[in-house]
Nanobody
């Protein structure tokens, strides 16, 4: 059973930074690629970033490119999302997800999801 648990959300001022963590089931990186999505109130869940478990290569949504860094610590079964220069419109629940295809940007392409962590960016 794949389990994903996000942490690191909270309240941050506009222009600030935060790092989200996703703790995954042992061995998940040998099978799944990981991704981060977010969902603001009343909006669709959208792709933020993804990482190739084989080499740590990351991809990003245009909206966060240059301000976000995805990384993994395979020995700890963790994936991180570091974000800088946060904007109020990035207030959302952030989700960690696992899927079998690297480069996937659609929600349906990810098979497993965490419960999400709330990020609130105050203006």
């Amino acid at each position: 059973q794949v389990q994903l648990v996000e942490s690191g959300g909270g309240l941050v001022q506009a222009g600030g930074s935060l790092r989200l963590s996703c703790a995954a089931s042992a061995g998940i990186f040998s099978t799944y690629h990981m991704g981060w999505f977010r969902q603001a109130a009343g909006k669709e869940r959208e792709f933020v970033s993804g990482i190739d478990w084989r080499n740590g290569y990351g991809i990003y949504a245009d909206s966060v490119k240059g301000r976000a860094t995805i990384s993994r610590a395979a020995a700890k079964n963790k994936v991180y999302l570091q974000m800088h220069s946060l904007k109020a419109e990035e207030t959302a629940v952030y989700y960690c997800a696992a899927g079998q295809r690297f480069g996937a940007r659609q929600r349906y392409e990810y098979q497993y999801w965490g419960q999400g962590t709330q990020v609130t960016v105050s203006s």
